[in-house]
Structure formats: C-alpha cells, structure tokens
C-alpha cells in the first residue's frame, strides 16, 4: 500500500478529473487518489467510477450528499486518510491550477523533516499566471494580513496544495474547524503553527484553470477577512479549543 494519498475535493469537474487523476498515476513514486465528490450534477462521480475499473487498488471515491464547502470535503477526507494509516496526506485542486509533479517536492520536504509542506505562490515574488490584477492583489494582500494578525511566517496561508504528516492531523480537532472556504486554509496552518510543528514551504507556480468553472465568491472572501480575527481572538482566550 501506498504510504501517500492525494485528496481531491471535486464538483462539476468532469473535464478536468480524468486528467488530473492519470497525471498522479503517472509520476515515479506512488500515490493513492481519494476524490470527494459533491454530488456533481456534471457527473464527476461516475467518471471517477469508470476509471476506478481501471485503477481498483489506487482510486478510490467518496460522494457525499450535496455541496457544503471546501473544508468539510477535506475533513471528511482527512479522516478517511487517518483511518487507513497514510503517512503523508495532501491537498490538492483538481483544475490543474496546482502542478501534480511538485507533489513530489512536497513529499521530499516532509520526508526530510516538515511536519507540513506548501506549495506556496508568495515564496519568491508572486508566481501566479492567468489570474486578473485584483485577484492577485487580494490573494497576496489577504498573505499579508493573516500574517500580520496570527504572527505566522508563512508567505502563503491560503495555499490549497499542502502535504500533512499524519499525525499532525490526528493531533487537530478536526470537528472543531468552522471554516469551509480561504479560511479553512488558513486555519489549519495556524492550528499546526499553535502545536509548534514544523511548517515549511517550497516555491510552486500557481496557473488559473482552463476548464471548468473557479468556485470563488464574496463569501468566501469576507470569511477570511473577518474569520481571521475571530479566530486569532478564540486562540487566546479559549486555548482549550485549540
């Protein structure tokens, strides 16, 4: 059994998953897919149970009901992994907007000793492409003030590609995450950085996707920029929480 498994949440993905699951399978080491799927109206899910024909021992597929966010489908996924003993748990989008071989850099990095590894896009400048001025000034704008409120040094708290060791998931009270979108993100990384684990980041180039349709609203955006705070509060005046 692979010791690596690659959670990838999904809804409306269906031209995008086929690739985005070959292109793990193609790399030189070994990774296990697990897809979350949001009950896709597009039929995501049932490409995903024709290729798992194909790939019985390394695919495997989780539907649940309906759509209820990002971070409910990685938790969900989280706790599949810890249950099945993976070593190395990581995050990754299905539109190809996140590189699958740099899989591999996040994997080295936390076999030479991170406790969580990012794919960070605020590393070294800003390596984003095909994203609009404003979304690249929001993004790394919303770096700077997660930094400057939770005291993290990571450039880039909302990275969504990011290999866990699995006990840094077993040791977060992952029932108690209330955050779905950005700030999911985010709160997972302060919750490791309040443990004292090891986070470190490699740089990676971030493209936009090219098919399918970004699942980003305004939401989404106002629940980083005010979850943020509350979330820093509760960590110092409700640390049993945490």
């Known amino acids: 059994m692979s010791g690596s498994l690659v959670i990838i949440p999904t809804y409306n993905e269906i031209e995008n998953v086929d690739a985005i699951i070959r292109a793990v399978f193609d790399l030189k080491k070994e990774f296990h897919v697990l897809i979350v799927d949001d009950n ?12 798992q024909k194909e790939f019985p021992e390394e695919l495997f597929l989780e539907v649940r009901k309906e759509k209820t966010g990002l971070g409910t489908a990685y938790i969900h996924g989280f706790k599949w992994a810890i249950a099945r003993k993976y070593d190395f748990i990581f995050e990754m989008d299905a539109d190809f907007s996140h590189n699958p071989s740099d899989l591999l850099r996040l994997l080295k990095t936390c076999e030479n000793g991170a406790d969580v590894a990012v794919g960070s896009r605020y590393k070294k400048g800003v ?48 029932d108690s995450i209330r955050f779905v979108g950005y700030a999911f993100q985010i709160e997972m990384k302060f919750r490791a950085y309040l443990k004292k684990y090891r986070i470190e980041e490699i740089s ?17 955006i106002s629940e980083a920029i005010f979850g943020v705070m509350k979330m820093k509060l509760k960590s110092i005046f409700q640390k049993n929480k945490f």
């Not at 597009?42 to 995903?48: C, I, K, R």
């Not at 990676?204 to 989404?220: A, E, P, T």
């Open 40 to 51: 896709s109206p597009d039929g995501t899910a049932d490409q995903v149970k024709v290729m």
């Open 127 to 174: 390596n984003v492409i095909n994203w609009p001025l404003y979304r690249v000034l929001l993004s790394y704008g919303a770096s700077i003030y997660v930094k400057l409120i939770t005291g993290m040094k990571v450039h880039d708290p909302t990275a969504g590609f990011v290999c866990y060791k699995r006990h840094v998931l077993e040791n977060i009270n992952l």
């Open 204 to 220: 990676i180039i971030f493209r936009d996707r090219v098919k399918g349709k970004s699942k980003m609203s305004s939401s989404i």
